[in-house]
């Protein structure tokens, strides 16, 4: 799926897979899919296989996988061979927080989508948009790459309007400054800090200063952490980008 998504076929010059490069120069990735026919196409695009570390089927692979490889990327279907794909996320989480994690969700509703989110994953997409002009994989990858989140605008959308209301939590984001809010509203449409930096003005250290205060603020572990509050309790106050 992730080679439709890219078009990669290696015929000329194609300025996607230099961008793809450049992304993943340095990086270590791991993969872990159900299907092995999809595992197997995804392995072998271009951009990918120079970087892979580990291609799996299952969790208990993956996980022995990510232990030994502390990749900087991990890839996981919703579906496994053996085990489950967004509990892997949470426990690829606990094993190496480092580690970016995306998930390729194949089921299209708010229950998986939430369950995704409290999970940890960094990047969300449904199988349905790869290969579309959306261009989700590659957006995913930019955006994890650079230490922001990919949540799509349906992705938000879906969290907001199912999840519970909880006043404490949305009275957390209320104590936050204007400036503040700001910034996690640019961190959940999935802006790196130097992108917040320009669309706000400020300098990338000032971000950074903003994003450490959010963070505490909130009592959170990290910005992943701070977007999922923000897109699950925020409402009006943080609305989509």
Known sequence: MAVLDLNLQPRGDNPRLREIDALLEGS?????????????????????????????????????AVSLHKPDLFFVSEDLEQ????????????????????????????????EALEAGADGVMFVSSIGSERGDF??????????????????????????PEDPALSGLLEQLSERELDVLRALTAGQNNREIAESLFISAETV???LSAIISKLGVRDRTQAAILAIRHGGDLVSST
């Open 138 to 163: 590659f957006k995913a990858l930019q955006r994890t790459r650079d230490g922001s989140v990919y949540y799509p605008e349906r992705v938000r959308d879906m969290v907001r309007s199912s999840s």
């Open 28 to 64: 270590s990735i791991v993969a872990c899919m159900g299907d092995r026919l999809t595992l197997a196409g995804f392995a072998m695009a271009v951009p990918i296989w120079r970087h892979l570390r580990a291609a799996v089927t299952t969790a208990e692979e993956a996980l022995a």
């Open 83 to 114: 085990g489950y794909g967004i509990s892997l996320v949470r426990e690829v989480e606990r094993l190496h927080a480092a580690t970016r994690t995306l998930i390729f969700l194949r089921r299209e509703n708010p229950a998986v989508v939430n």
């Open 208 to 210: 950074k200063s903003h």
